[in-house]
T-cell receptor, first 110, second 116 residues
Framework: GEDVEQSLFLSVREGDSSVINCTYT??????LYWYKQEPGAGLQLLTY?????DMKQDQRLTVLLNKKDKHLSLRIADTQTGDSAIYFC??????????FGAGTQVVVTP | EAEVAQSPRYKITEKSQAVAFWCDPI?????LYWYRQILGQGPELLVQ????????DSQLPKDRFSAERLKGVDSTLKIQPAELGDSAMYLC??????????????FGQGTRLTVV
């Protein structure tokens, strides 16, 4: 089974905030990542957070990290139709191997 | 903007045939990864190179898959013979950092393999 778990689907109205949640298992992970994948395309790195941080903000994106609960979230403010995609949470082990979740499909409705 | 280049974008092959994918990482990136993504799932690492050396190939089905990065630049992933279950997206990624550092991996567009 997956070591990184995500909810599979999120529907959000245009202009609202989206929150995508992820739990991971490797407490030694030093970096955690969020990737975006549009249909038929590769993965686009959105943002990452270092494990000694609990929050990182980058324009419309806010990443929150709760190391105690091994919980990571990605908040997208003012969600747009172009944000419709699959979002993957990933943790890196000490050798840089990325372990991905199954992805959360985000559908933005007008 | 520098990108990871992969070819072909799409490949249809008959089972038991050989197939090869090529990846050219971003210039200067030391680490190169091959991931396999089955439809509806997240990518899974097949092999990781640091320069020309294999760092991790624990999930590579070595009876049929092989990967090389001879000069530490571009890389080829081969499957022989292909099986129906190999149908997937094969993603190449590269990172400017070595292992044990920030794995800020940049992905190519992938090769969609269909085995019939």
């Amino acid at each position: 089974g997956e070591d990184v778990e995500q909810s599979l689907f999120l529907s959000v109205r245009e202009g609202d905030s989206s929150v995508i949640n992820c739990t991971y298992t490797d407490s030694s992970s030093t970096y955690l990542y969020w990737y975006k994948q549009e249909p038929g395309a590769g993965l686009q790195l959105l943002t990452y957070i270092f494990s000694n941080m609990d929050m990182k903000q980058d324009q419309r994106l806010t990443v929150l990290l709760n190391k105690k609960d091994k919980h990571l979230s990605l908040r997208i403010a003012d969600t747009q139709t172009g944000d419709s995609a699959i979002y993957f949470c990933a943790e890196a082990d000490s050798w840089g191997k990325l372990q991905f979740g199954a992805g959360t499909q985000v559908v933005v409705t007008p | 903007e520098a990108e990871v280049a992969q070819s072909p974008r799409y490949k249809i092959t008959e089972k038991s045939q050989a197939v090869a994918f090529w990846c050219d990482p971003i210039s200067g990136h030391a680490t190169l990864y091959w991931y396999r993504q089955i439809l509806g799932q997240g990518p899974e690492l097949l092999v990781q190179f640091q320069d020309e050396s294999v760092v991790d190939d624990s999930q590579l089905p070595k009876d049929r898959f092989s990967a090389e990065r001879l000069k530490g630049v571009d890389s080829t992933l081969k499957i022989q013979p292909a099986e129906l279950g190999d149908s997937a997206m094969y993603l190449c990624a590269s990172s400017p950092y070595g292992a044990r550092e920030n794995t800020e991996a940049f992905f190519g567009q992938g090769t969609r393999l269909t085995v019939v």
